[in-house]
């Protein structure tokens, strides 16, 4: 059982809007930015949002995260069929003194 | 930036294993470093991480006193010393990269090696 919670799986039709939440606890996402990531089947995961609500160069606007006491959400727009993928949330837990990982998202896009 | 692993193995339940990390690309010593696992089928993991100097550690409590997480940053490398290895530790095992922010996100990863406890 992961330490961050998120929903196991959303679905939305292309062209819509997708929120993917992550809950935690005053001692990691309280404290502590939060980092998303996306993940295709094979490869290595791709940070998409850092410190709650920053993207890395090259990630488009489409993708957006934010942070309210112990949530985090992401949000995610104008689906495409290319964002089927898993998603996880992370964050350091300052109890645990431990990186910690939602236990992950599987976005369909129908 | 380049993060590149090594190692990965079949072991037997109980035995030990070492991976490394290649870094190449930016100045390693400036930055913290960790290893993060993925089971077959499973999510993300995080393993544990070290400072830019080797000075402070810290790891999972399903590692704790089996995997010792170091750092040579004379060659660039970061490994993962593995014993007592178990079932449970099936999975690949990613290098990733601190910023130098002090943000706890990865931006970098490696490709992953393939760790397989089993008899």
Same mark, same amino acid.
């Given at each position: 059982?992961s330490v961050l919670t998120q929903?196991?799986?959303?679905?939305? &039709? !292309?062209?819509?809007? *997708?929120?993917?939440?992550c809950s935690g606890n005053r001692f990691n996402i309280g404290n502590n930015h939060v980092s998303?990531?996306?993940?295709?089947?094979?490869? &290595? !995961?791709?940070?998409? *949002?850092?410190?709650n609500?920053?993207?890395?160069?090259?990630?488009?606007?489409?993708?957006?995260?934010?942070k309210?006491g112990t949530s985090a959400?992401?949000?995610?727009?104008?689906?495409?069929?290319?964002?089927?993928?898993?998603?996880y949330c992370a964050t350091w837990d300052d109890s645990l003194r431990a990186g910690v990982f939602g236990g992950?998202?599987?976005?369909?896009?129908? | 930036?380049?993060?590149?692993?090594?190692?990965?193995?079949?072991?037997?339940?109980?035995?030990?294993?070492?991976?490394?990390?290649?870094?190449?690309?930016?100045?390693?010593?400036?930055?913290?470093?960790?290893?993060?696992?993925?089971?077959?089928?499973?999510?993300?993991?995080w393993?544990?991480?070290?400072?830019?100097?080797?000075?402070?550690?810290y790891?999972v409590?399903?590692?704790?006193?089996?995997?010792?997480?170091?750092?040579?940053?004379?060659?660039?490398?970061?490994?993962?010393?593995?014993?007592?290895?178990?079932?449970?530790?099936?999975?690949?095992?990613?290098?990733?990269?601190?910023?130098?922010?002090?943000?706890t996100s990865?931006?970098?990863?490696?490709?992953?090696?393939?760790?397989?406890?089993?008899?």
């Amino acid at each position: 059982q992961s330490v961050l919670t998120q929903p196991p799986a959303v679905s939305a &039709a !292309p062209g819509d809007k *997708v929120t993917i939440s992550c809950s935690g606890n005053r001692f990691n996402i309280g404290n502590n930015h939060v980092s998303w990531y996306q993940q295709f089947p094979g490869t &290595a !995961p791709k940070l998409l *949002v850092y410190d709650n609500s920053e993207r890395p160069s090259g990630i488009p606007d489409r993708f957006s995260g934010s942070k309210s006491g112990t949530s985090a959400t992401l949000g995610i727009t104008g689906l495409q069929t290319g964002d089927e993928a898993d998603y996880y949330c992370a964050t350091w837990d300052d109890s645990l003194r431990a990186g910690v990982f939602g236990g992950g998202t599987k976005l369909t896009v129908l | 930036v380049y993060l590149v692993e090594s190692g990965g193995a079949l072991v037997h339940p109980g035995g030990s294993l070492r991976l490394s990390c290649e870094a190449s690309g930016f100045t390693f010593s400036s930055h913290w470093m960790a290893w993060v696992r993925q089971a077959p089928g499973k999510g993300l993991e995080w393993v544990a991480n070290i400072k830019q100097d080797g000075s402070q550690t810290y790891y999972v409590d399903s590692v704790k006193g089996r995997f010792t997480i170091s750092r040579d940053n004379v060659n660039y490398l970061v490994y993962l010393q593995m014993n007592s290895l178990r079932a449970e530790d099936t999975a690949v095992y990613y290098c990733v990269r601190y910023p130098l922010s002090g943000s706890t996100s990865f931006a970098y990863w490696g490709q992953g090696t393939l760790v397989t406890v089993s008899s």
